[in-house]
């Protein structure tokens, strides 16, 4: 009979990242033979999606069936394990793990970003949930050493973004943006940024992204605003399907991008664009820094960025994103315990 497998994760919530790791794992779970099955904010949607097992994530009968009958639970990827969203999602990821361990079941920590957590409190409980797991992956150096730090024995891999297949380029010369909600970015930020678009691009076309609705187009609909204002004259156009297959057709077609979500940096890496990242998060900066990519940090005071811009215009392709469309995750550390 063939082993279960539930995963937990950010699942249901049409988050481009987040369902491009979950593709990544069902696939290749089924590949090697396991009953797969997920706790979802939408299982319907999961379920006809990914074409595997879904049950509602908030409903606490289904969550303790589900981890009754499973042999795995894999927490991941992404980000759970954080409480700068909220401490109630970290408390939720770790419940869900406790009564895994309560149930005698083996727990993956798959592929995940783990921190920031602030509070001692949070700090201790994350430690201890942690120290209970059976085999603990994270995705970024950082991760890696605080667990280091909590004596937790760990292996470092690749994000399961990296697997994404893609298609051909197609470039059409456009200017992609991909930005997203962030409390504490400058009221100025998109004022400038729009500004500096216009002044380097003012003859191609924008193409503005959304990687999670409805979250995302509330702040595209600002840069679009200003956009309008500034240079009327500049074509663009938003898509706001963010399936998985759309997106991935749409950046085939760019030729640079400037971009908040660290999956949007990646997936631009991927495809050999010239990406500009605006980040909001530690991972989006590492990600930045570990590719030598221009940034401008979205929640400082803007400044003058034509250096930046006139940097990134005339930036010649560099050697770790020619390394990076090679990149793979890399399985066997999964299989190794699984199998």
């Not at 942690?130 to 937790?152: H, P």
């Not at 697997?163 to 943006?177: A, C, H, K, N």
Request: aromatic share 12%; net charge positive; proline share 4%.
């Amino acid at each position: 009979m063939a082993k279960k497998v539930l995963i937990s994760g950010y699942i249901g919530f049409s988050n481009f990242g987040d369902d491009v790791i979950f593709a990544m794992l069902t696939r290749h779970l089924k590949a090697k033979g396991f009953k797969v099955s997920a706790l979802s904010a939408n299982p319907q949607k999961t379920k006809a999606q990914f074409k595997v097992n879904a049950a509602n994530y908030m409903n606490p009968l289904s969550i303790i069936k589900e981890i009754a009958s499973c042999d795995y639970l894999i927490s991941g990827g992404g980000s759970l394990l954080q409480n700068v969203t909220s401490s109630l999602s970290l408390l939720y990821y770790i419940l869900i793990i406790i009564c895994a361990k309560l149930m005698f079941k083996k727990v993956i920590i798959f592929a995940q970003g783990i921190g920031p957590i602030y509070g001692v409190f949070w700090h201790i409980l994350t430690r201890i949930t942690l120290s209970m797991c059976n085999l603990v992956t994270v995705r970024d150096s950082e991760s890696y050493k605080q667990l280091g730090r909590w004596k937790i024995k760990s292996r470092l891999v690749d994000d399961p973004a990296w697997d994404i297949p893609v298609l051909p380029r197609e470039s059409r010369g456009y200017v992609g943006v991909q930005l997203r909600p962030y409390s504490n970015m400058h009221p100025d930020f998109i004022k400038l940024l729009v500004k500096y678009i216009g002044l380097y691009f003012s003859d191609r076309k924008i193409i503005m992204f959304s990687f999670q609705n409805p979250d995302d187009m509330k702040t595209l609909y600002l840069f679009e605003k200003e956009l309008k204002t500034q240079w009327p004259q500049i074509r663009y156009e938003i898509r706001n399907n963010n399936s998985i297959k759309s997106i991935v057709q749409g950046f085939s077609e760019l030729e640079y991008l400037f971009a908040m979500r660290f999956h949007a940096c990646l997936l631009g890496i991927k495809y050999g664009l010239k990406v500009f990242a605006l980040p909001y998060d530690i991972k989006v900066e590492n990600l930045a820094s570990e590719f030598n990519l221009p940034s401008i940090m979205v929640g400082k005071k803007p400044e003058n960025y034509n250096s930046d811009f006139a940097g990134f215009v005339q930036k010649c392709e560099d050697d770790n994103i020619s390394s990076a469309l090679k990149r793979r995750f890399n399985w066997d550390v999964i299989d190794k315990y699984m199998l």
